[in-house]
């Protein structure tokens, strides 16, 4: 056993900019860089592995597809599943590639038998499975002798896109998730109660974290940057549907009422545009104040 690592816990974050922090993580990384495990939650994505065949997406509809450079085939990410980045020092950690895995396997199989469900892994098809629907799944990179990519436990999240896929590249396999056996579950407790037997499998002591975990990576300047700018988007879109609906009301009452209520509803719409405007300018302004501080 040895020091806990930092555990972070980053909310909903935008697939790609995570991605890239990780390999930046992982290049910048050297013998004295405590490693780090991040939990989290991605919108919804279809990811391909390195040798991932096209074939196996069907149907991906409105789901963005992303070619990345972990192994295996295609899989779904999407809120409700959280997803496990162990940034791992494998040498250090004295683990080769299959016994992370396993390790990241077993840590679900033995958090699943806490809240009452037999899972159990599969060496021939990595990953998690209950009455063998897949619960979670299992994909890594190593470069430079550590770890990223890593593990997606199905807790609440909507089942419905991995039937625009082949799941792992196997046509017909079923997915299952922790809610359907657990009721109330959640992703805070998923979260909580799946960490110590991370730690205990990856053979980390067990009794503390690491101080300064929730402190932002440098690393992960550009998650967070991506995470304010779409928050701007947001309220920018809010902005210009609430500004459509006041002008839309005001042309109604413009065409059914005397000059004086014409003017009255124009001036009624300035008023909504010039609000609204100021809420797209603040909005903007505090994104792009997080990005220059950076």
């Known amino acids: 056993m040895s020091v806990a690592p930092l555990i972070r816990h980053l909310g909903l974050v935008p697939y790609e900019p995570t991605w890239r922090a990780m390999q ?12 780090e495990i991040w939990l989290l939650e991605h919108p919804p ?32 990410h999407g809120p409700g599943q959280l997803v496990v980045y162990p940034l791992i020092d494998l040498k250090r950690r004295g683990l080769g590639v299959r016994a992370l895995v396993t390790a990241l396997e077993n840590a679900v199989v033995s ?17 998690v499975y209950v009455d063998g629907a897949k619960l979670a799944s299992v994909g890594l990179r190593v470069r430079r002798g550590s770890s990223y990519h890593g593990l997606a436990l199905n807790v609440t999240l909507d089942l419905e896109p991995f039937r625009r896929i082949n799941v792992c590249g196997y046509p017909g396999l079923g997915v299952t998730r922790l809610a359907d056996f657990v009721p109330g579950c959640d992703m805070d407790s998923a979260a909580r109660g799946l960490v110590p037997h991370l730690l205990e499998q990856l053979r980390f002591a067990t009794g503390s974290v690491t101080p300064g975990a929730s402190a932002p990576a440098g690393s992960l300047a550009a998650v967070s940057d991506a995470t304010a700018v779409s928050a701007a988007a947001a309220t920018v879109s809010a902005a210009a549907s ?27 719409v300035n008023a909504a545009a010039a609000v609204n405007a100021a809420a797209c300018y603040s909005a903007i302004s505090t994104a792009l104040q997080a990005v220059s501080s950076r």
Request: charged letters at 20%; aromatic letters at 4%.
């Open 45 to 76: 994505v279809f990811t391909l592995g390195l040798n991932a065949k096209r074939e196996h997406v069907l149907a991906p509809g409105d789901i963005p597809v992303v070619q990345i450079d972990r192994g295996g085939q295609v899989t779904y």
């Open 111 to 127: 958090y699943a038998a806490e809240v009452g469900v037999t899972a159990r892994a599969s060496r021939e098809a990595p990953g």
């Open 24 to 35: 930046r993580f992982t290049d910048e990384r050297d013998a004295a860089t405590l490693d």
């Open 242 to 268: 609430a500004t459509t609906v006041a002008a839309a009301a005001a042309v109604s009452a413009a065409a059914s009422a005397t000059a004086a209520a014409a003017v009255n509803a124009a001036a009624a």
